[in-house]
């Protein structure tokens, strides 16, 4: 299997600072959205990831599901002896993309979905109180897009000194796309309309460009990260893309990683891993003619 990466993460046209962070270090990859006064947010989403890549220097790729709770406590310990980041938390969406499975973990309300088909099956749940009242079958989804506490988190990395985390793991083939995001893209676009660019552009750094790009369109009222993973035919089980190691947004702001130079696209390769661990059941999802979900425009 080979993979193609290509990721994009853009302040938007409301906020005064970026404080999403993504992480390209294959065979690792994540999107974080931090939140808190002050520069806490970007510490936060940048602290999140820079303890994750922790785990490609280990390649004890097992450990993902523990390395999210280590990141939990990192962040958790510098709110709490640091006034000025009291407070402060993350979302984490990450994968591991082994040759045939991705491993996923997720907090918070960033997303991964899968693009297989023509479709966009939504692999992840949002860690909000509206979704817990949509679980609940006290509002419809519909009510949920427009509800006043839309962005209220029931889950975060960070603000407590222990976290739950959600893993599953995902079969993949060639042909597949994953797309990880901040809210900042689907909080702006339908699910549909993010479909539709997908479809049209079959390079990932493209498709993720455009995807920001549409976002800010459409108002860009948060910060806006997208990372796209493509899964195709190879004989080796590299991955394609100019960013090998990148750490964007806030993260690199913060210094920690400089992004990779943009690459030719086809000079650098990195082993992936067969993805080792106990297999975890996938998380049930809706059935599969249920996959395109029209959330409907939360801001218009
Ligand atoms: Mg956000």
């Known amino acids: 299997m080979r993979l193609r990466v290509g990721a994009a993460s853009d302040i938007g046209q409301a906020r005064d600072r970026n404080e999403d962070a993504y992480l390209v270090e294959a065979p690792v990859f994540a999107v974080a959205d931090g939140m808190g006064g002050h520069r806490a947010g970007d510490v936060a989403s940048s602290l999140a990831l820079e303890t994750l890549r922790d785990i490609v220097g280990s ?13 939990n406590r990192v962040v958790f310990d510098r709110a709490s002896s640091d006034r000025n980041l009291a407070g402060m938390g993350t979302t984490l969406t990450a994968v591991i993309a082994g040759p045939d499975e991705v491993r996923l973990v997720h907090v918070g309300d960033s997303r991964a979905y899968l693009i297989r088909d023509g479709e966009l099956r939504l692999l992840t749940e949002d860690h909000t109180l ?4 949509v679980s609940e079958g006290r509002i419809s989804p519909q009510e949920a897009e427009v509800h006043p506490q839309k962005s209220i988190l029931t889950r975060a990395l960070g603000v407590e000194d222990s976290v739950d985390v959600d893993e599953a793991s995902v079969e993949v083939r060639p042909g597949d796309r994953l797309l990880l995001c901040t809210d900042g893209l689907t909080g702006m676009m339908r699910e549909a309309s993010i479909l539709e660019i997908l479809e049209g552009t079959t390079d990932p750094q493209q498709g993720a460009e455009k995807l920001v790009e549409a976002a800010n369109r459409a108002g860009g009222l948060d910060n806006i990260t997208v990372l796209i993973l493509d899964f195709a035919d190879g004989a080796a089980e590299t991955v394609d893309t100019g960013k090998v190691a990148a750490l964007g947004g806030a993260a690199a702001e913060a210094g920690a990683l400089k992004p990779a130079a943009e690459g030719t696209g086809d000079g650098d390769t990195v082993t992936i891993p067969a993805v080792a661990g106990p297999p975890t059941p996938e998380r049930e999802g809706p059935p599969a003619e249920n996959f395109v979900i029209d959330h409907g425009l939360a801001f218009s």
């Open 130 to 133: 509206v979704q817990r009242m």
């Open 59 to 71: 390649r004890d790729w097992g450990r993902l599901a523990e390395q999210v709770r280590e990141a």
